[in-house]
């Protein structure tokens, strides 16, 4: 039941990643997935003696931000939306 918690865990990682995979998998196969990055990271604070690093809800946004315009996109085409992307000017 901790997947369960800590896929409801609001601006985390294991949420945005759960809310990846539902969509996909379904939700027992999500939260199976959940289940499983919960023990890989409990092996690896085990294992290299350091503690949880959270990663954050914008985590595999910030990790592609591509990926994430793309599929803004062509969740809007589905809509029935044209969408054209113009970068933003740099400001420094």
Same mark, same amino acid.
């Given at each position: 039941?901790?997947?369960?918690?800590?896929? &409801?865990?609001?601006?985390?990682?294991?949420?945005? *990643?759960?809310?990846?995979?539902? #969509?996909? $998998?379904?939700? =027992?196969?999500? %939260?199976?997935?959940?289940?499983?990055?919960?023990?890989?990271?409990?092996?690896?604070?085990?294992?290299?003696?350091?503690?949880? &690093?959270?990663?954050?809800?914008?985590?595999?946004? *910030?990790?592609?931000?591509?990926? #994430?315009? $793309?599929?803004? =996109?062509?969740? %809007?085409?589905?809509?029935?939306?044209?969408?054209?992307?113009?970068?933003?000017?740099?400001?420094?």
């Amino acid at each position: 039941m901790a997947a369960f918690g800590a896929a &409801h865990t609001r601006d985390s990682c294991l949420q945005a *990643r759960f809310k990846r995979l539902i #969509a996909r $998998r379904g939700p =027992v196969k999500a %939260l199976i997935a959940v289940e499983h990055s919960i023990i890989t990271a409990i092996w690896h604070m085990l294992t290299d003696n350091v503690p949880y &690093h959270e990663l954050g809800g914008d985590y595999f946004t *910030r990790r592609d931000p591509e990926r #994430a315009a $793309r599929r803004a =996109v062509s969740r %809007l085409n589905e809509l029935g939306r044209r969408v054209t992307l113009d970068p933003m000017e740099a400001t420094g």
